[in-house]
Every structure is written in structure tokens, then in C-alpha cells.
DNA sequence: GTTCTTGCAAAAGCTTTGCAGGAAG
DNA sequence: CTTCCTGCAAAGCTTTTGCAAGAAC
């Protein structure tokens, strides 16, 4: 499962001429294994699981080879660190500013609103960089204001 | 001009039992001036100009004290720091990628999504926290691909 | 006088960088 | 063999925190 859409990746990678390193590997490993999102510092625990040696800081020099590459998107939900996964199947996230839940929408819902901005400002919305912050279902349940 | 709404902030402040300091009085002068959105450390040096004795955790924890009486708004434009403004007159920001422009649109461009958003998966959108990154009209013209 | 705010200094959290050794191709 | 990647250590940038002195009301 996850083993084949690990071995796809290394091969387009060496396809592009890039170098397929233990520390990559590794990181596309623990990515496709973790379904969804995931820090780098949890990638980087779960990396060293395997192979202690990987540094830090290779994790995210890596993580951004791969960005580069196409291959890893980044989002930022909220305060705290950057999550990263696999850029095949782009979703937008939902984070709840109560309790933190985190949701993935398909891009489809944005669509009306990036033919409205490119219309109306010609500005071609290119990422989901950002999460959108608010409430989920629950929390908008069990109370009113905050 | 912007004296007259730092005027009318102290006084809604003053009302509701927050007190008047200095470096309160002196932020929201600051924020008023600047018209559109400015980075904590910007703000600290205009305040440093007239009160150099404005420490900066004051400025951060003042930023934050304005914030939860819903008086200030903090976005995050991208990887740099977050950028302050007054929370009057609501907006979005869409930051272009390629050459870091700011643009600010009504709150309205995202009723839609907002909507749909609460119809299909229950979330209440509450914020305007994060920027949407693309490319803005004169990145777009001059080149196709990153 | 009481309570809230500030200045200072220090540290926290996340991420980046310079460099020299080492691995990939 | 050449080029690119990595480990290490150190620092960078933004922001937060503990504490005691000081200001607001």
C-alpha cells in the first residue's frame, strides 16, 4: 500500500535526476504512512525511528527539496508549527479554533471563490497555505460567544 | 483625523473598565496612522519614536490584550511575522507569492464559501486569520510557471 | 491602597545556515 | 570523480514568560 506510492515517488524523483538518499526515503516513508498531516518534528521522531542518524536539520531541508519538487505542500493551522503531507490529492484545511480539530475540505467548495477572486482582482489563488480558522460543529454547539 | 478613533478607542476601552496606559494609548496612535497592516516590530519602533521606553513584550502582550477585547485583528500574511490592524472594517488578504503584494478585499468575496462551508460540514468560519497566497494581476501576466 | 500593567532579562519554539565530511550517481 | 546531500553546531527570528517595580484608578 503505502510501499508502492513510496516507490512511485523515489522513481519520479530519479526520473528528475534527483538523488534518492536514505534521509528521503525515510521522510516520504513516514509521510505516506501518515496519512494525513503530520510537523516535522513528528516526521523527524518517526524518521529516527528507523534511522536515528537523520538530523534535524536535514528533515527540513528535505521537506523543503521536496516542496520545491512538487512532491510535499506545508500548511500552517494555527499558531504552532507547520504541517506538511503529500501533495497528490490537495485538500484545504479547517481548523477549530476551540478545540483544535482539524478537517479536510475538498478544493472543489473553494472554486466559486477563486473564480470570483480572479475575476474580480485578477488574483490567482495558487495554494492552501493557510488553513481557514473557525469553529466545528461541536464547538458551535455547545456554545454561543467566546 | 486618526486622533479622533484613538479617542473614541480609549474611550470605549476607558468604558469598559480597561485601563489607559502609555504604551496602550501609544499603540493604538500607531495603529490608527498606519492606515493598513503592520508588523509588531514595525509598530514598536513607531512607538519607541515618541515612548522609547515602550519595551517590546509590552507591545506584544499590549497587542494581545487589544486582541482579545476585539479591538485589534492579527493576519499571517506568510512565513515572516504576523501583521496587526484595527479590527474595524474587516478584511481579507490575498498575498501574491512572487512579489509580496498585499491586497485587501471585502469580507463579503467569502459570504459564499462561508456558507457553504456551515451548510456542508458545519463549520462556522470566524476569522480572517490567515492571508490567501497566489498571484496577484501583474505576476500572473508576466509568467506562466514558477 | 489594590489591582493591573510594565520593564527587564531570559528563554522558548520553530526553523535556517555555514561548513567540512561523505554519499550518490 | 564530481556534484549534491548530510551531520553537526550554532544562530536566526518571532514571540512568550517570571518577576519585581511601578502606574492606573
Do not use: W
Not at 516513508?29 to 498531516?37: C, N, Y
Not at 500552517?76 to 497528490?88: C, E, K, N
Not at 484545504?92 to 466559486?112: I, K, M, N, Y
Request: overall charge neutral; glycine content about 6%.
Amino acid at each position: 500500500m503505502g510501499t508502492d506510492r513510496v516507490a512511485a515517488l523515489v522513481d519520479s524523483l530519479r526520473a528528475r535526476g534527483e538523488r534518492i538518499t536514505t534521509a528521503r526515503r525515510a521522510l516520504l516513508t513516514a509521510l505516506a504512512e501518515a496519512g494525513d498531516h503530520r510537523t516535522a518534528e513528528e516526521l523527524a521522531a518517526e524518521v529516527a525511528r528507523v534511522h536515528p542518524e537523520v538530523h534535524r536539520a536535514t528533515i527540513y531541508r528535505t521537506l523543503d527539496t521536496l516542496r520545491r519538487l512538487g512532491v510535499v505542500e506545508h500548511t500552517h493551522l494555527g499558531h504552532g508549527p507547520a504541517v506538511y503531507h503529500l501533495a497528490d490529492e490537495p485538500h484545504q484545511h479547517l481548523v477549530c479554533e476551540d478545540c483544535g480539530a482539524v478537517a479536510e475540505v475538498p478544493p472543489t467548495v473553494f472554486r466559486p471563490l477563486e473564480r470570483a477572486l480572479a475575476r474580480d482582482y485578477g488574483f490567482a489563488v495558487s495554494s492552501r497555505h493557510f488553513a481557514l480558522v473557525g469553529r466545528c460543529r461541536e464547538c458551535s454547539q455547545g456554545r454561543d460567544a467566546i
